[in-house]
């Protein structure tokens, strides 16, 4: 009798031990990468160190060509950074960030190096100042390389939250705060589907690698480069457009 009571409680106890375990398989923990130790694993893309005019003041990751040394003037290499810790590949990205009037940058994601720049090979979820940009910065050029109607405008791919060239963000669902404050943005990325979010509203979802992801990829601005978005896994990183960028909270875990 005893012998059997205590075989059912060991069985009572091992299935709650193994319900414990499965309960927890799966789940990933958020790592902040602007804090002890993830940020001291920024660095320049192609690079060993952070490029010149980035620094964190007050846990907030900043860009500013007031940081910018003397000696650092004759700096070539690329000013966009990658957190160069770990490569992902299904992932949640949490940013909260802010740019100036007229500012530009980006956020990459599955970025591999030794291309002449993040842009060759990297998805990138757009932030851009979507009101006053054009009316400051000269897009007709480049714009009518890509075909874009209106070239001086500027074009809804290449608006905040659009998977820039690629898809396009629903502007009714967008609420994008005035240059000098802080926005939120998430991206979140699995092989059958890739949503992104803005102030807390889905604001685009696409099927990566699907037959319209390729046609997309195929007939625009990426045509002429074979790699752009091919790698299903790869580091994190901000652009640098030559403007002053600040970002804080970001942190990221895997899916």
């Known amino acids: 009798m ?17 319900s414990c375990k499965t309960k927890n398989i799966g789940k990933s923990e958020w790592i902040n990468l602007i804090e002890k130790p993830s940020i001291d694993q920024w660095r320049a ?7 010149p005019g980035w620094r964190v003041i007050d846990s907030v990751l900043t860009f500013n060509t007031e940081q910018i040394l003397e000696q650092d003037y004759d700096y070539k290499g690329s000013r966009d950074i990658i957190f160069g ?4 590949d299904n992932f949640e990205l949490y940013v909260e960030w802010k740019i100036p009037v007229g500012g530009n940058s980006g956020i990459f994601y599955h970025i591999r190096e030794g291309y002449e720049g993040i842009p060759e090979v990297a998805p990138e979820y757009q932030l ?3 009101e006053n940009y ?16 209106n070239p001086s405008e500027l074009h809804p791919l290449q608006q905040t939250a659009s998977d820039y060239a690629m898809h396009v963000a629903a502007s009714e669902m967008k609420i994008l705060n005035s240059p000098g404050q802080w926005n939120t943005s998430r991206i979140i990325f699995t092989d059958n589907l890739v949503e992104h979010w803005l102030n807390g509203k889905k604001v685009l979802s696409f099927v990566p690698w699907s037959d319209d992801w390729y046609k997309k990829k195929n007939s625009g601005k990426w045509d002429n480069m074979p790699d752009y978005g091919k790698f299903k896994s790869g580091y994190i990183g901000f652009q640098d457009h030559g403007s002053d960028l600040w970002f804080k909270n970001v942190k990221i875990k895997k899916l």
């Open 2 to 18: 005893y012998r059997y009571i205590f075989y059912l409680s060991v069985i009572f106890v091992g299935s709650i031990f193994l």
């Open 45 to 51: 893309y192609n690079g060993k160190m952070m490029p």
């Open 85 to 88: 810790g770990e490569m992902f």
């Open 128 to 130: 851009i100042d979507d």
């Open 134 to 149: 054009a009316s400051i910065h000269d897009l007709k050029a480049d714009n009518e390389r890509v075909g874009f109607e």
